[in-house]
């Protein structure tokens, strides 16, 4: 499936955002990503999902190498990224425009339905709550088909309510096209809620710190003592990723 081979990212500027991440995903789960502010989140995905290249690795798609965006990665941004002159359903078929006609709108119509908008098509998206107009993202970014759905803290801009709305949503949609799924939060309790996995990393540059299995049945029960015992593990191991490593002093 998707495999992160030894990636690391130098920005023109001098900045090691990333410095050797080795991931590899399996068919079919959820691996969330989380990690303090300037631990190489984002650009970890803009790697994996080709818009941007390593200064070193790979990024491989069943053992092809990924250099530039393909249709087997989708990727949905923390906003919606919608366009305003596009109706709802246009944006939704706006990756699809190849197929045809009856197809495309057999498929944009199913979407919608997927995640409830069904009476939204023909709306543009400035009439969309903040929660409507990511559904539509998600519709949008699945559309293609992808085998791997990259999620940049999708759920971020949300209130709570909303956002967990959201995510039992997005739980949803995975179960019935069984994708991959590759999430990216700041939320520890989301990445509980949604993962098989869960990835800490480290900043300065980013790397990984810990992997955290969650062998939890769903859907899952967050004021269970299970679930609130696998969000101490996260936490604890954020902590430690957080914790700055002690100078060492050089004595001349």
């Known amino acids: 499936m998707l495999q992160l081979d030894h990636l690391s990212k130098t920005y023109p500027n001098g900045t090691l955002a990333l410095d050797g991440v080795s991931l590899t995903l399996r068919e079919g789960e959820i691996l969330a990503v989380v990690g303090g502010s ?41 906003e919606p990224r919608l366009l305003p002159w596009l109706s709802v359903a246009e944006n939704v078929a706006f990756g699809i425009r190849e197929l ?30 903040g929660g409507q107009a990511q559904r539509v993202a998600i519709a949008r970014a699945l559309a293609p088909e992808p ?18 709305d959201l995510q039992d949503h997005l739980i949803r949609l995975w179960q019935h096209h069984k994708r991959t799924f590759l ?21 300065d540059p980013g ?5 955290i299995p969650l062998d939890l049945p769903r859907p899952r029960l967050r004021s269970s003592a299970p679930f609130q015992a696998a969000e101490r593990a996260v ?12 100078q060492r002093t050089i004595l001349n």
């Open 38 to 78: 300037g631990c190489g989140k984002s650009t970890l995905l803009r790697l994996a999902s080709g818009l941007d290249t390593p200064s070193r690795g790979r990024v491989l798609l069943d053992g092809q190498v990924v250099a530039e965006p393909v249709a087997r990665i989708g990727m949905v941004f923390q």
């Open 100 to 129: 045809p006609e009856a197809q495309r709108r057999a498929r944009v119509e199913a979407l919608l339905g997927e995640v409830g908008l069904s009476d939204y098509a023909a709306r543009w998206p400035k009439e969309l709550s």
């Open 147 to 164: 085998d791997v759905l990259l999620l940049d803290e999708p759920f971020s801009a949300l209130d709570a309510f909303t956002r967990i």
């Open 183 to 203: 999430l990216v939060t700041h939320d520890i309790e989301e990445a509980v809620a949604l993962a098989d996995r869960v990835v800490v990393m480290k900043p």
């Open 207 to 211: 790397r990984l710190a810990a992997e």
């Open 235 to 246: 936490r604890g191991a954020l902590s430690d990723a957080l914790r700055r490593e002690p």
